[in-house]
């Protein structure tokens, strides 16, 4: 969909994995897509702060996931931190 290819074009301007959500303001729940570059395995990456989320799935290079919009702060900080440890 569209959060997807916005993604990938972060991912080409700024070479760095990138994941975009979008929160349903009914139910609170954020769902989007990401992608990645190389040397970091997407969704191995999701897996490992999978904790905070409702669910995910995809492959190296790009992914699906969703996320109570409340846990959106805590994931962030421990993806970032996931990344880095990666790359």
């Not at 569209?2 to 301007?13: F, P, T």
Request: neutral net charge; charged residues 20%; without cysteine.
């Amino acid at each position: 969909g569209v959060i997807g290819i916005v993604a990938s074009r972060i991912v080409e301007e700024f070479y760095r994995p990138a994941l975009l959500l979008s929160i349903d303001s009914e139910t609170r729940v954020a769902r989007g897509s990401g992608r990645s570059i190389r040397g970091l395995h997407l969704s191995e990456a999701l897996a490992n702060d999978s904790r905070f989320l409702l669910s995910f799935g995809g492959h190296a290079a790009a992914a699906g996931l969703s996320i109570h919009s409340e846990n959106i702060a805590d994931f962030r900080e421990a993806f970032q931190r996931t990344a880095a440890g990666l790359l």
